[in-house]
């Protein structure tokens, strides 16, 4: 039977402090809804994978790096870092409580139980931009990391809510360094190239500043933006 055959199903339905989000399941796969908007689903998760492993491509051989996942989605991101013995602490910021319990107690769990399971994750229940840039105002206290791997828009250029553009600004990316160790790495991802945030990066300072391509059969490869903070 073919999917387009078989209509969605929705699982569960909730209304968070940024609108509405929906899981639901279409024939084998399972759906995120953010507003009506599509965010992503479970059938791929190689560029997820490819955001995990340009980051640590990209730091020197430092031992037991720490990665900052923002966005747990569907969980290919968190599964492939916890499945990489190399990562010494995981942490993921997500802002919506709807997707975490869909990890922890509900159909998720398939893809991310066992790296929920893992000691080296947590999970910081906040919104990303606004924890990002809390480092630029507490700078002594603040966590730092030896790699951001950022996935909470399809792309700097297209974003999930437009509080999310003040990221990719340059007080977000000046943010972004100041959680980031010297010499670490953030990573972006976006559902297209954005010549104007490869600029963006290395007017903020950012160093090594490349697009790792991910192939797609047709159509506009996704992409990995990377750049390195200063050592």
Same mark, same amino acid.
């Given at each position: ?48 994978? $490819? ?46 409580? /709807? ?14 139980? /066992? ?12 919104? $990303?931009? /606004? ?85 797609? /059969? ?7 933006? $990377? ?5």
């Amino acid at each position: 039977m073919h999917h387009h055959t078989i209509a969605p199903v929705v699982i569960d339905r909730r209304e968070g402090p940024y609108g509405e989000v929906v899981l639901r399941r279409h024939g084998e796969l399972l759906q995120i809804i953010a507003n009506g908007c599509f965010l992503m689903d479970t059938s791929d998760g190689r560029s997820e994978r $490819l955001l995990i492993d340009a980051a640590l491509d990209a730091l020197d051989d430092r031992p037991e790096p720490s990665v900052l996942i923002g966005g747990l989605g569907v969980g290919f991101s968190l599964a492939h870092a916890a499945a990489d013995r190399r990562w010494g602490h995981i942490a993921v910021v997500e802002r919506e409580q /709807a997707i975490i319990d869909w990890h922890r107690e509900g159909p998720l769990s398939a893809f991310s139980g /066992a790296a929920l399971a893992d000691p080296r994750t947590r999970i910081l229940h906040t919104d $990303l931009v /606004a924890y990002v840039s809390d480092s630029a105002d507490n700078a002594d206290g603040a966590d730092t990391y030896d790699a951001l791997c950022l996935d909470i828009d399809n792309g700097p250029d297209w974003t999930v809510t437009e509080d999310n553009n003040s990221l990719y600004s340059p007080a977000g990316l000046a943010a972004c360094q100041a959680r980031l160790k010297p010499g670490g790495v953030l990573a972006v991802w976006s559902a297209q190239p954005s010549s104007a945030f490869d600029f963006a990066l290395r007017n903020a300072g950012f160093q090594s500043v490349r697009t790792e391509e991910i192939p797609v /059969a047709r159509g506009v490869p996704d992409v990995v933006h $990377l750049g390195v903070r200063a050592a």
